[in-house]
């Protein structure tokens, strides 16, 4: 009688994953993850798929590895998929584009969440005419939470340039709000 060769299942590469430990960070992080790269990629299915990718990811790392900095590698991988997807979109054509416009999604989007109040909906409207760099740190920290550290680690710049990024993006943002009226002066 033949052996059957033994596929290698995720615990046989790495025999020390505490998949209790994973299943908890995912219950911690996923939201937010899923919320940074929908902001990214405004894509709510591309963002559950960057951050399914991104556990999966996560089960293949010893925890002792990267525990002490999760959150940060965490949205470091997160960003780095919706880059690789983007990139890989950017080379596909739609196939029917006007059919797809036409059906509403049947998430709520993240603007339409925080459309709790008039000022929240126009701060978040103003927000998107800052450059990447300052929306993608004023994300970071004010949507994830994420210290200037951790920030300066997924965004690879230095402490220094994400404070510079959240000051410029924060005083222009309280500018324009001015300008709008929304906001006393």
Not at 56 to 76: A, D, N, V
Not at 151 to 157: C, L, P, Y
Request: contains cysteine; aromatic residues 4%; glycine residues 4%.
């Amino acid at each position: 009688m033949k052996e059957r060769s033994k596929q290698p299942s995720m615990s046989d590469e790495n025999p020390a994953v505490d998949t209790a430990w994973v299943r908890q960070v995912a219950e911690s992080e996923g939201a937010g993850l899923t919320r940074y790269a929908y902001s990214l990629c405004g894509d709510i299915e591309a963002a559950h798929d960057a951050v399914q990718d991104t556990f999966l990811r996560l089960l293949r790392q010893p925890r002792s590895r990267i525990e002490s900095y999760i959150k940060p590698w965490l949205f470091t991988v997160v960003r780095s998929r919706v880059v690789d997807l983007k990139r890989k979109e950017a080379r596909m054509t739609p196939m029917d584009t006007p059919a797809m416009a036409a059906q509403p999604s049947a998430e709520r989007s993240p603007a339409a969440t925080a459309e709790t109040g008039e000022l929240a909906c126009i701060a978040l409207k103003l927000l998107e005419t800052l450059p990447e760099a300052q929306r993608e740190a004023i994300r970071l920290k004010y949507q994830t939470g994420l210290s200037y550290e951790e920030i300066a680690r997924v965004m690879d710049r230095s402490v220094n340039a994400v404070g510079l990024l959240l000051h410029e993006g924060l005083r222009t943002l309280r500018q324009k709000l001015k300008e709008t009226k929304a906001v006393p002066a």
